[in-house]
């Protein structure tokens, strides 16, 4: 079956149908944003349901979504893997079996003591 549309004309054809979809969209004039307020609450929808809210007890993709929103760790990596300060401020080693964290201050423990 022999067809009259060149490939000039399909070429054209597929840019026109590409940019169809976006003809109608207009973002509107700006406004400013609200302040932002405390309280309230995030919902946050997941595929599959967290296995533990413990995170030393598991280490799966989606466990680790959830709690890394939840708990703050005493150390984070950088960009690069080295290692930059979290909860804690500051630690030293004095020996293997030894290590010492200083805490920021303010940071409260989960039962409300600092």
């Not at 709690?67 to 630690?91: F, Q």
Request: with cysteine; aromatic share 6%.
């Amino acid at each position: 079956m022999a067809s009259d549309a060149s490939r000039r004309d399909f070429l054209l054809m597929c840019a026109v149908a590409s940019g169809a979809p976006l003809a109608g969209l207009d973002p509107g004039p700006a406004v400013a944003a609200d302040a932002p307020k405390k309280g309230g609450t995030v919902r946050v929808g997941f595929y599959i349901e967290a296995a533990t809210m413990d995170p030393h007890l598991s280490g799966s993709k989606i466990d680790r979504q959830v709690y890394h929103n939840i708990y703050e760790p005493l150390v984070t990596l950088d960009v690069r893997l080295g290692i930059k300060p979290g909860l804690a401020e500051s630690w030293q080693q004095p020996d293997p079996k030894t290590l010492i964290l200083k805490l920021r201050r303010g940071v409260k423990f989960h039962d409300g003591t600092e």
